[in-house]
């Protein structure tokens, strides 16, 4: 059973940076962070292959790199310059190789962009 454990969560300032980790058991393919702000549908943030290839979503593209490290079995997301709006639970994501939807999920850790 893959779990998914996200870390790296709090109170930043507008401009400011947050560096998240995901640690992972088991073995997967894919990873990613989504995120659900209040009022909103969850969406995704940042996804990565195995290999590194990352995918952006438009309102995070050049502020926020997603990378992961293999040997540790740990997936991060770097943001900066982070924005109020950027305000969300941030959830740790896996899926297998294969598989068209997202079929693990981390608990959220708690992003919050506030002065």
């Known amino acids: 059973q893959v779990q998914l454990v996200e870390s790296g969560g709090g109170l930043v300032q507008p401009g400011g940076s947050l560096r998240l980790s995901c640690a992972a058991s088991?073995?997967?393919?894919?990873m990613g962070w989504h995120r659900q702000a209040p009022g909103k549908e969850r969406e995704l943030v940042a996804a990565i292959t195995w290999s590194g290839k990352p995918d952006y979503t438009d309102s995070v593209k050049g502020r926020v790199t997603i990378s992961r490290d293999n040997a540790k079995n740990t997936l991060y997301l770097q943001m900066n310059s982070l924005k109020p709006e950027d305000t969300a639970v941030y959830y740790c994501s896996a899926r297998d190789f294969g598989h068209l939807r997202w079929n693990y999920w981390g608990q959220g850790t708690q992003v919050t962009v506030s002065s």
């Open positions: 088991g073995t997967i393919f894919s």
